[in-house]
């Protein structure tokens, strides 16, 4: 028996979602048909839209190993700013969303309105998000604490900052991602845990 989960990565037009996917593109070992390895891609990182869509979302497909005893693969969906039917219900369905937010000041109005629409898709359930500040490097990066306040919600689990297009912070992010998925917090139906 195998389960599945389902990682949404969301945040405004140019924020570093690509980056991210791009980096463990290049990282995660691609499956070499040993069944043991745990952190291994099936495929590699690919776009694909579902219907309606002007911009493609990218795709991904991992084994993550077990989590609750179960074998379990991970489709990454990075989805365009332009949310659709297609992309909302994936949202909705999604067992965790990667929430990257562009550290450079001009960008906060762009990223509180990436941030309202992943929150206003799924009003009656709390989907732990993991948020990543990117772009630490920019010379006018707003203060790390600045942004933490901004983006602290009852379902913000995790908060890591990041120099995307460097890799640097990327794994992390997504090992905390790793740490929500195989957390038994995940069902204590949907209740988030603060880990700031
Ligand atoms: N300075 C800086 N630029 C970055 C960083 N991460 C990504 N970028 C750049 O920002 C632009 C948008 O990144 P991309 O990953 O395509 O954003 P997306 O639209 O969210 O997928 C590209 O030119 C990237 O090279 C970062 O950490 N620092
Ligand atoms: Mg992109």
Redesign the pocket.
């Known amino acids: 028996m195998t389960s599945s989960k389902l990682l949404i990565v969301y945040?405004a037009?140019?924020?570093?979602?690509?980056?991210?996917l791009q980096y463990l593109n290049t990282n995660l070992l691609l499956n070499d048909g040993d069944p043991h390895r745990d952190l291994v891609r099936y495929t590699n990182l690919t776009t694909k839209s579902g219907p309606g869509a002007n911009d493609a979302a990218e795709h991904m497909h991992l084994s993550i190993g077990k989590v609750d005893e179960m074998v379990t693969t991970l489709d990454v969906y990075?989805l365009p700013f332009e949310l659709n039917d297609w992309s909302k219900q994936l949202i909705r369905t999604c067992d965790v969303i990667c929430f990257?937010v562009d550290s450079a000041g001009d960008r906060q109005p762009a990223n509180k309105e990436a941030f309202r629409n992943v929150q206003d898709c799924c009003p009656d359930r709390l989907i732990p998000i993991v948020v990543q500040f990117?772009?630490?490097?920019?010379t006018d990066a707003l203060p790390l604490e600045v942004l933490k306040a901004e983006y602290d919600s009852p379902n913000s689990w995790s908060v890591r900052e990041?120099?995307?297009?460097?890799g640097l912070g990327v794994f992390s992010t997504f090992l905390d991602i790793l740490r929500v998925l195989k957390s038994s917090l995940v069902s204590w139906n949907n209740s988030c845990y603060k880990q700031i």
Request: charged residues 30%; without cysteine; positive net charge.
């Open positions: 945040g037009r140019g924020s570093g979602k690509t980056a991210n990075a990257i990117n772009k630490r490097d920019l990041a120099v995307a297009f460097e």
